[in-house]
């Protein structure tokens, strides 16, 4: 129930014209649907690559009964020479191989020109100032800038100056309430890990004394008088990265004090996976949110005014996840124990008996608690319906006020103070750059802050939502972001992407990574499949743990979905997830190897049964369910796709991205899936990338992602026919 914002821009591919997507005639008929059994796949190239050698060792474990195999895990050791020497030849063909489509230059050419269009968030109030940031055209990177009013603008962090390599790069940042001072976090490689440090915002002086180690993912709350801030931090100890979050902490440091001295006000929780601290406005009440898991949390608050304050339990033990936004002496709450779609209540911490609690605003059946915020002494409510965000304002006595009409597209956070008479928030789409509007809490007038100007032609642009039927009957949502002109005959290329896990719900955004898709006739389409928080926590449990599968099912009914209406056909389907979407990916390939021509699997996870290992590590079991569990156990080793890649299958083309140093997906997962899929497949063409000396999220760089993304589309449209050989 936090708040956070997006990114995004476009622009034609005109560069691409006479062997784009257009180059080969359409068929006449529409494809019909595949086979619901796995068949063998057709592939536009066989499967004669000189892949680098790879040894296959005899390793099996018997788990549960069960044996299984893992010929691959001497691949698990990143460090290792051996290992380190394999992913490097394994780079060098992948660059190698892609080289050769003659698209993948006109293409890297378009997409660097449209990632360094402009892009910007909506700023952020604090005392008299405003900070704000901003990718300008000529920027790799965004920077924060700030000013006093209407004044003139100045730059805050830019993190292009930090170092000539840009081997530093700038996370979440957080202003103090009087605007003098900004806490940041600095990353190196733009990894998860982080220090945190503090700037002086008039002088620009960054301090030497307040760097901290250990800002992960601090979630930071400054104090009233802003001489301190509470912060959640992460042990950076390598050698409990796997349990790291269990390990959290709730700390104290003093703006001017050597971290060494920050004092530990929360100390870890047993089966916790993180535990952030809220601080009311007033600086009264502190409260610690223990997280467990992705959908359940215990809270617990402590009064500071007491001369030796006392943590108290709010709430502890309920299935059920709760947040809690601290303002003037009261608790509001969202919650979804016993209420699976989310309801609001106004807790008095003098009186927290539940049975004390009023319910303002209660579970709705036709919407989605989608977060809660206290902006201007108003309660800020966003639902989800049907995966369109629905944004009401409501009296602090959950009196409904007004509601904000609900557009397709990714209408952001509402940005300002808990007693600010202003605040801003930016609406985007995939077919609409960010627009940011400043908003007034008192009567509901906007007015727009800053819109962004690109050339390109939106009038011939269209998303759409539709819906279809799962496996077991379940209705699922989709976009389709298309041209008008787009012809339903079976010939479109089509980017399928997915995620479906963790509660997270991506919303359509504007991106200039799609748009050249897009505007060359591709058609690209997002499901949203269970395990995702589009229709409450029902709908998230539905894809996950023991029912993973059906997050998987949802999938590929998806594209079967699309090959049936016309919107593609088989052979001009590419499938496409990051992360937990490349564990949705590679499941659906080895589920499916009949139904996509490509795959492209980011950073994916893929190995199911050592998943709790490394990476985010045992903070996944609540989502996934553990190993060590028998129960647990077969429903993930019935779908690790590592474990399912069967040998002399025609599996589609697939291009593998690893991360050396991702912290939340170890790249074991991806190197042991491409060295078994190259040994198994005679189909397509596998391939596997690595970004050195980056983590989960990439280098951030524009012209790198611009690069990584071109070599995407080229891989996807050379399997199709459509690279331009």
């Known amino acids: 129930m936090s708040q956070r914002s997006s990114l995004s821009l476009l622009v034609l591919l005109a560069a691409c014209a006479g062997h784009g997507f257009e180059a080969q005639p359409p068929p006449n008929t529409v494809a019909p649907i595949p086979a619901l059994v796995p068949k063998a796949a057709s592939s536009s190239r066989p499967n004669r690559l000189p892949y680098p050698p790879t040894r296959r060792d005899d390793v099996a474990d018997v788990l549960h009964g069960v044996e299984v195999h893992d010929p691959y895990r001497w691949l698990e050791d990143g460090n290792s020479n051996e290992v380190q020497r394999w992913m490097s030849e394994q780079d060098s063909l992948a660059r190698a191989e892609l080289a050769k489509i003659p698209l993948l230059e006109p293409l890297k050419a378009r997409l660097e020109s449209i990632a360094h269009q402009e892009e910007s968030w909506a700023p952020v109030p604090r005392g008299r100032r ?163 898991g992705w959908a359940r949390s215990d809270v617990y608050f402590e009064d500071l005014r007491e001369p030796h304050p006392r943590w108290r339990t709010l709430v502890a033990g309920r299935d059920g996840e709760f947040w809690v936004e601290a303002h003037r002496g009261m608790f509001y709450v969202s919650s979804t124990d016993g209420a699976p779609r989310g309801e609001v209540f106004a807790v008095d911490p003098r009186h927290p008996s539940r049975a004390d609690w009023e319910r303002l605003v209660p579970e709705r059946p036709d919407a989605t608690l989608r977060g809660l915020a206290v902006v201007g002494n108003r309660l800020v409510i966003d639902y989800f319906k049907d995966v369109v965000v629905h944004r009401e304002i409501h009296a602090l006595d959950g009196t409904l006020v007004r509601a904000v009409p609900p557009r397709i597209g990714t209408l952001g956070w509402l940005q300002g103070t808990p007693d600010g008479g202003d605040a801003y928030y930016a609406f985007e789409s995939y077919d609409q750059p960010p627009e940011i509007r400043r908003v007034s809490m008192r009567d509901g007038t906007e007015s727009v802050w800053r819109k962004h100007e690109v050339d390109a032609d939106f009038s011939q642009l269209v998303v759409e939502q539709v819906f279809y039927r799962s496996k077991d009957g379940t209705r699922i949502p989709m976009f389709i972001f298309h041209r008008k002109d787009v012809k339903r005959d079976g010939s479109a290329p089509l980017l399928l992407w997915g995620y479906g896990a963790s509660n997270v719900v991506p919303l359509p955004n504007f991106s200039p990574l799609i748009i050249p898709w897009v505007e060359r006739g591709g058609v690209y389409a997002y499901g949203s499949l269970r395990g995702g928080g589009e229709y409450g926590e029902e709908w998230h449990r539905a894809g996950s743990g023991r029912n993973k599968q059906n997050t998987f099912d949802d999938y590929i009914a998806g594209a079967e979905y699309l090959i049936h209406e016309g919107w593609t056909s088989a052979d001009r389907l590419a499938a496409r997830g990051a992360s937990w979407g490349g564990l949705l990916v590679t499941a659906a390939l080895t589920q499916r190897p009949d139904l996509f021509r490509a795959v492209l699997a980011v950073v994916p996870q893929t190995d199911m049964i050592r998943f709790p290992l490394t990476g985010l590590g045992r903070a996944q079991i609540a989502e996934f369910g553990d190993p060590a569990n028998p129960d647990d156990f077969r429903a993930l080793f019935a779908y690790s796709p590592y474990h399912h890649v069967v040998p002399g299958t025609r599996y589609p083309a697939v291009l593998i991205r690893a991360a050396e140093d991702d912290e939340r997906v170890d790249p074991l997962h991806a190197r042991k899936f491409a060295a078994a899929l190259q040994a198994a497949s005679t189909g397509g063409p596998v391939l596997m990338r690595v970004d050195w000396g980056t983590g989960h999220k990439g280098t951030g760089i524009a012209t790198d992602e611009a690069e990584n993304r071109a070599e995407e589309y080229a891989f996807a449209l050379d399997a199709m026919g459509l690279g331009g050989r």
């Open 130 to 292: 405003l900070f704000y940031q901003r990718r300008d055209i000529d920027r790799q990177r965004p920077v924060v800038y700030w000013r006093d009013g209407n004044g003139p603008e100045h730059v805050l962090l830019d993190p292009d100056a930090w170092a000539a390599d840009r081997s530093l790069s700038l996370g979440d940042w957080w202003p103090s309430w009087d605007g003098k001072k900004v806490a940041y976090q600095e990353m190196h490689r733009n990894s998860d890990a982080a220090r945190l440090r503090i700037i002086d915002v008039a002088t620009g002086k960054i301090s030497d004394v307040d760097v901290i180690e250990g800002g992960e993912w601090p979630i930071l709350a400054w104090t009233p008088s802003s001489d301190a801030f509470y912060y959640q931090w992460i042990p950076t100890d390598p050698t409990v990265r796997a349990t790291r979050y269990s390990l959290a902490e709730g700390r104290l440091h003093r703006v001017g004090d050597d971290p060494v001295h920050d004092v530990v006000v929360r100390k870890l929780v047993p089966g916790q996976t993180g535990c952030p601290l809220v601080l009311d406005s007033q600086g009264r009440w502190l409260v610690s949110i223990v997280t467990r």
